[in-house]
């Protein structure tokens, strides 16, 4: 019986590893997968071996080290002296698997990573980590193939996920009912993130760009998106003295409905942009992390439709720019300028050609299985 070992940790890898593993057991009907993951990772039948919810913290902390520590060395000492797998499969979340794989790679296990980390954005020295311990990387860029084997990295291409697994276009008029908006208006969508300290620095001046262009323009309405792992107490402080519509849980529907939206970056961005639908990217974080930011990126755009199409197809307004007056200018182009939004649009279409159409989870399970059969 052959074994896999899957490790995830935060929310995202844990749903793309669960597609992988979905398709594992049908190619590999008496396969054994264990993981640490969620409640996908679970649902496709993997056996836990610890839950991922303290994994995804974002910061840094002793706590959050600490923890990593421990569980590192749990899982490290149950793969090669018990589970003894023929494949581990690390999925994202970079800074815990890159440091497992280490110890992997002197046990002499095969590590594939699936959706590796993006070290064409920031800290490209770790590719050096990832041609030292990891025997292949399933890519999820098409222009990530290249690079890795630029350096002699064994590398599959296997499509990015979002292709086949983004639901199609809602119904306008369905959504508008289902949450009574008004159909004769525009709506703008904001997302201001899934983080605590995205919050702080960011739904205020979302919120105030918003009261702004509902003075300047009645014809435009505002919904905004919260979060699903946001508790309800630290969303709702930010919206006391305001009467805005929150959509929770409904992310894609909102996203393909709207005529505008105000995102934070993150993987929201293509989403958009598969939908079509023109967007703004306002980030601000804490001054000290953006300073390290700027130290270890490679490339000077953030948000993924750019750096897929390797030029500015949305604008991207950052730290100190994060203002009522620059968001506003910006969606009042999206909303008012015809032309502008007519060619806007056309370049979100090409950001989805450049991607390919496979199936990513069958294109990765395919290429584990083939090793596995080696």
Same mark, same amino acid.
Request: charged share 20%.
């Given at each position: 019986m052959k074994k896999v070992f899957i490790i995830t940790g935060e929310y995202s890898g844990d749903i793309?590893?669960?597609?992988?593993?979905?398709?594992?057991y049908e190619l590999n009907p008496?396969?054994?997968?264990?993981?640490?993951?969620?409640?996908?990772?679970?649902?496709?039948?993997?056996?836990?071996?610890?839950?991922?919810?303290?994994?995804?913290?974002?910061?840094?902390?002793?706590?959050?080290?600490?923890?990593?520590?421990?569980?590192?060395?749990k899982v490290v000492d149950y793969l090669t002296k018990e589970f003894k797998p023929d494949i581990v499969l690390l999925t994202d979340y970079g800074a815990f698997n890159l440091n497992v794989a280490k110890f992997l790679k002197k046990a002499g296990i095969k590590t594939f990573y699936y959706i590796p980390p993006q070290v064409w954005a920031s800290r490209k020295w770790r590719i050096k980590t990832i041609k030292k311990n990891i025997d292949e990387v399933l890519c999820i860029f098409p222009f990530e193939k290249e690079m890795y084997e630029s350096y002699g990295i064994k590398t599959h291409y296997c499509g990015h996920p979002l292709v086949s697994q983004l639901p199609p276009k809602t119904d306008r008029d369905a959504f508008f009912e289902k949450?009574?908006?008004? %159909?004769?208006? +525009?709506?703008?969508?904001?997302?201001?993130? /899934?983080?605590?300290?995205? =919050?702080?620095?960011?739904?205020?001046?979302?919120v105030k760009t918003a009261q702004n262009l509902e003075?300047?323009?009645?014809?435009?309405?505002?919904?905004?998106?919260?979060?699903?792992?946001?508790?309800d107490e630290v969303?709702?402080?930010?919206?006391?003295?305001?009467?805005? %519509?929150?959509? +929770?849980?409904?992310?894609?529907?909102?996203? /393909?409905?709207?005529?505008? =939206?105000?995102?934070?970056?993150?993987?929201?961005?293509?989403?958009?942009a598969m939908y079509n639908?023109?967007?703004?990217?306002?980030?601000?974080?804490?001054?000290?992390?953006?300073?390290?930011?700027?130290?270890?990126?490679?490339?000077?755009?953030v948000s993924l439709p750019n750096i897929i199409s390797g030029k500015i197809v949305v604008p991207e307004i950052i730290q100190k720019d994060v203002t009522v007056q620059n968001i506003t200018y910006e969606i009042e182009k999206i909303l008012y300028d015809n032309d502008y939004r007519i060619n806007y649009i056309n370049q979100l279409k090409q950001v989805s050609t450049l991607l390919s159409d496979k199936v990513s989870s069958t294109e990765a399970a395919l290429e584990i299985t083939k090793e596995l059969q080696n």
């Open positions: 793309h590893a669960s597609n992988v593993a979905k398709k594992l008496d396969i054994e997968i264990e993981g640490i993951g969620g409640e996908n990772l679970k649902s496709a039948g993997v056996k836990l071996f610890s839950d991922q919810k303290k994994m995804g913290a974002v910061g840094i902390s002793f706590g959050i080290i600490f923890n990593h520590i421990i569980l590192g060395k949450y009574n908006l008004d %159909k004769n208006k +525009k709506l703008v969508a904001v997302f201001p993130g /899934s983080r605590k300290f995205e =919050l702080k620095q960011l739904m205020n001046v979302f003075k300047l323009h009645p014809d435009i309405q505002f919904v905004i998106s919260h979060a699903p792992n946001l508790p969303f709702d402080k930010y919206l006391r003295n305001t009467d805005y %519509k929150v959509i +929770k849980g409904d992310n894609h529907a909102l996203l /393909s409905v709207s005529n505008a =939206l105000i995102l934070a970056s993150g993987t929201v961005a293509l989403e958009a639908t023109p967007m703004i990217i306002a980030y601000r974080g804490p001054w000290l992390f953006y300073f390290i930011y700027l130290l270890v990126r490679c490339i000077k755009m």
